[in-house]
């Protein structure tokens, strides 16, 4: 095994993220070696799986009186009759990385109190990221490897982006009042707002968001996708609904003749509750086989309210469900992730 008397890396690829010294293995390092750690790069030292600590850019000499971790590998008697160490040292590059990103399949953004109660969002643009705590990068993104360049690092990224701004998108829709013709035109005063929401998730994989340029649209079809999902055409039925219960509720209030509730207007109501009771009755059966909702295809991977939707009870029910362990589900952050497999379990018994 070769013993170095000096750490460092000489050159990077242009997109290269992180390099390992040695490459190829482990190395045994000399007492006394200089650590240099260029500007824009950090250095973390890993033996036996875990950190055992972490350089800034400058040049540093590996001493035990200079360095904590050594005298403690010096006490416990792990230095070899040479005086070397043996470690994994991965240097992670320190400066911002542009990023670019684009929608794969729509982001479903729920806005309930605005018709129809979501809306199909595409999107592409760049965004900007620094790693800041390396440690927690290099398990975040599985990149204890030789080298790992910034495509190996979108695609671990852009899926957990995607489920990342399907949640906050929403949350912000709901704050904001937002409906399709806002979401349309998605601001650059909405890009600065989604920074600060998306930052406790960076930060969770030891990156830093510096900036956010995503341009947002309506997909061409958003309304068929969003329907399929079960919302739009059910949406407006209960809007529809609960019109006709308040007017009833309220005959000398005037609301009978502002919403037509005449024969025509107990006709419809009928009707709907005709296919209320039908829903009823059908439930167990869609409950069992999990059809989606509008005709469409179950979604691989859905929210528990997209899981609600589809087997037609409330989210509340859904979360019960994930919460007692019956339902598995995956957390993403503060959210949860349930796999089409996982709920066709669920409904199997």
Not at 229 to 234: A, E, L
Request: proline share 5%.
């Amino acid at each position: 095994m070769q013993i170095f008397d000096r750490v460092g890396i000489e050159t990077w690829l242009p997109d290269e993220v992180v390099q390992k010294f040695p490459r190829g293995g482990l190395g045994d390092i000399k007492l006394g070696s200089a650590l240099i750690v260029n500007p824009g790069e950090m250095a973390v030292f890993v033996r036996g799986g875990e950190p055992m600590g972490t350089f800034n850019s400058g040049r540093h000499t590996l001493t035990t009186e200079s360095i904590p971790f050594l005298t403690d590998l010096y006490e416990r008697g792990l230095f070899g009759g040479q005086n070397v160490f043996t470690a994994d040292v991965y240097f992670v590059k320190a400066t911002d990385l542009t990023m670019k990103w684009g929608t794969s399949a729509p982001i479903v953004v729920e806005h309930l109190q605005r018709p129809p109660g979501a809306s199909a969002i595409v999107g592409n643009g760049t965004y900007v990221i620094r790693i800041t705590d390396p440690w927690r990068f290099l398990n975040a993104m599985d990149a204890f490897r030789d080298s790992v360049r910034q495509t190996q690092l979108k695609q671990r990224l852009d899926p957990m982006l995607a489920v990342i701004m399907q949640d906050k998108l929403s949350e912000l829709a709901t704050a904001k009042n937002l409906g399709p013709a806002q979401l349309q035109n998605f601001t650059k005063d909405l890009n600065d707002l989604l920074i600060g929401l998306l930052q406790n998730d960076f930060d969770a994989i030891g990156l830093s968001l510096v900036d956010f340029n995503i341009r947002m649209g309506l997909h061409p079809n958003s309304l068929d996708v969003v329907t399929n999902m079960g919302y739009g055409t059910s949406y407006v039925q209960r809007q529809q609904a609960d019109a006709f219960v308040k007017a009833a509720e309220n005959p000398g209030g005037g609301g009978m003749g502002e919403i037509g509730f005449g024969a025509m207007g107990m006709a419809a109501m009928q009707s709907m509750q005709q296919q209320q009771q039908q829903q009823q009755q059908m439930q167990p059966q869609q409950q069992q086989q999990a059809p989606a909702p509008g005709g469409g295809e179950v979604p691989s991977v859905m929210t528990p309210a997209q899981a609600a939707a589809i087997v037609q009870v409330t989210e509340a029910d859904i979360m019960e469900a994930i919460e007692a362990g019956d339902l598995k589900a995956r957390k993403i952050g503060s959210s949860y992730r349930i796999s089409k497999a996982n709920l066709d379990e669920f409904l199997g018994g």
